[in-house]
């Protein structure tokens, strides 16, 4: 079935319908480029969130009884619509969040690989089968199977900066499992998300396995979270709303992908042209909107000044404009989003630390900054910028280093330079991050790599085989024989 438009009204997903929100409210989606109106989608009530998700509740045990290889088919023939829909997907990347159209027709042609991966790596799971006498008095006639079943019904709840990635990324695992999928989109990015539902129901999802939930957070996003029939929550967002999400939700599982302050430790005996050419790309790729993003340099005193000249060098080759232009920097998400932005580098400058680069601030289009000798008294220490500005901070030694992260909050990722292994090795075992990146900028990819957070970084482990692994709990059959 067609997504059918009218007026730049895109319809929400209902049991493999279209339709527009009882009230007729919608919610208007802007360009960050101009501000102009992208679109708008339905600002759903409460009561029509409850219908879809009963509906995607009714329907999960047949899902969950279809075969495996049909799941996986599914998949495979929604990677190909996805595909042959990347133009469009990729233009409505482009003009709803600010990317650049290649970089959102590459999102698309990433999210197909990944669909693909998942459909084949989900015909791989498997349970076990235990031996009672494993254990002392217990009998040899005693054996346990233990399945793996799904949950049930998977809220997926998906970021703005990668609006169809991110989404995918919850979905594919929850319906190669056997679960049904309510999916809520971030606002910004919410066309994104429709665009690819409809590649998935040309592709013949089944009715109901699938629907899509819109609106405002402040009406809809409470009651879906607390929603009796939602069985897991798998979010992507800011740290202080997984946080809330994680109170409401109580007693069900919840994955969470969150903030991050991901910082680059640069030793001495570091290529510092490589360091410095992975940093900007790190820091400022997107204009820092990624929580893999490298947000602060800890770098050894004796080769900061060399360093901080390779990254001026580096961000002066960088373009500033709109991403229809394709800048390498480009408008934030929002005004909010570049106001904070600003507070932080006006901070820093009051406090005195050294402005390396200044970029313009126009509106919600910020230049990338560089702040060097920054330190612990700045806010940009330690918060998450989330935008194109880049503080450094020298320091004395590694331990010096290792001291900051690990009185940081967050605990993504971290990236060591050093030409010396065994010095990135002693570095990684004490930094408290999910992933330490050796000789390159923090990122989430390869897409079938764990992936995950501690500390206020978030919960859970993803990444293709892990998150379908996230998708399913143990269920134990004991045989007395």
Known sequence: MELKRSQKIYPYL???EWKESDSGETVQIKSPDDGQVVGEVPAMSQEEVDRAVQSTSVVQENWEASEGHERSELLHRWADELEKMADEIGQ???LEVGKTPSSAKGEVKRTAQLIRHTAEEGLRTHGSFIQGDAFPGASKSTKAMVQKVPHGVVLAISPFNYPVNLAASKIAPALITGNTVVF????QGAISGLLMV??????GLPKGVLNVVTGRGSIIG???VTHPKVDMITFTGGTSTGQHIAKKASMIPVVLELGGKDPAIVLEDADLDKAAKEIVGG????????CTAIKRVMVMDKVADELVAKIKANVAELTVGTSDQNANITPMIDQKSADFVVSLI???KKKGATVVSEGIQEENLLGATVLDHVTEDMDVAWKEQFGPVLPIMRVENELEAIGLEKRNEYGLQASIFTKR???AFAIADKLNVGTVQVNGKTSRGPDHFPFLGVKNSGQGVQGIGRSIDSMLRDKVLVLNL
């Open 222 to 224: 409470d009651y879906v």
């Open 283 to 290: 820091a400022l790729s997107y204009s820092g909107q990624r």
């Open 198 to 203: 409809e590649a998935l129901v040309k592709a």
């Open 184 to 187: 809520k989109p971030a606002t």
């Open 14 to 16: 209902f049991n493999n």
């Open 92 to 94: 409505m990347i482009h």
């Open 421 to 423: 292994i065994e010095n």
């Open 346 to 348: 006006e901070d820093a």
